[in-house]
């Protein structure tokens, strides 16, 4: 059976975001494991653990609790991450589970011209965000996942569904998230 991970980085009650995420993963079959990122105790690396995180890769040994998170992406057959569009890209909590997961010996790994070398099961990672604001070209978070992916975890396939517009004033709110999740539901997820 498939290993299908749900990264929430929703912080709000009542996320829009999440709303279409979970639409999303009624598209995918498998068993589904969630990281509730703000219930997480994740702390931004600082310098004693990193430290200790350097001296457990250069010793081979990944069974700290440092490791939990890149170890459960590294597995994942699919992943989907539900962010909202913060100041041009994602909540901080994100890019905090980011540092946890990129990990050499785990994610990925150097070839011996010093390319990144992805090490990851999954073929996807689907993306979904929401934004009071026009995102327009400027989906920073979304191309920083898919750079991630792509140069680093060995995942070539990074699908977006965005709902944008969400808090101009006369916005059909209720429209604009209808019209995302009928993408959603039209979209294929066999296509890998």
């Known amino acids: 059976m498939k290993k299908i991970l749900f990264v929430n980085a929703c912080v709000r009650p009542g996320s829009r ?21 703000c219930q997480e105790k994740l702390l931004p690396l600082n310098r004693e653990m990193l430290e200790e995180r350097d001296a457990l890769i250069a010793a081979g040994d990944f069974s700290s609790p440092l490791f939990q998170y890149a170890k459960q992406f590294a597995a994942a057959d699919e992943i989907v991450i539900a ?3 913060w100041e041009l890209a994602f909540p901080a909590v994100l890019r905090v589970y980011l540092e946890h997961i990129t990990i050499v010996g785990l994610t990925f790994k150097y070839s011996p011209e010093g390319m ?7 073929k996807r990672i689907i993306y979904v965000t929401t934004a009071g604001g026009k995102i327009g070209g400027c989906n ?51 296509a890998v």
């Open 17 to 37: 975001t999440l709303v279409l995420a979970k639409k999303a993963l009624d598209k995918l079959d498998g068993q589904k494991e969630e990281v509730n990122l």
């Open 83 to 85: 962010a909202p569009f």
């Open 140 to 190: 920073l978070g979304y191309e920083h996942i898919k750079a991630l992916a792509g140069r680093f975890y060995g995942i070539q396939d990074v699908v977006c569904f965005r709902a944008e517009g969400l808090d101009i004033r006369g916005a059909d709110v209720n429209g604009i998230l209808e019209e995302t999740l009928k993408e959603i539901e039209s979209w294929s997820p066999s």
């Open 116 to 122: 990144p070398v992805g090490l990851c099961s999954a």
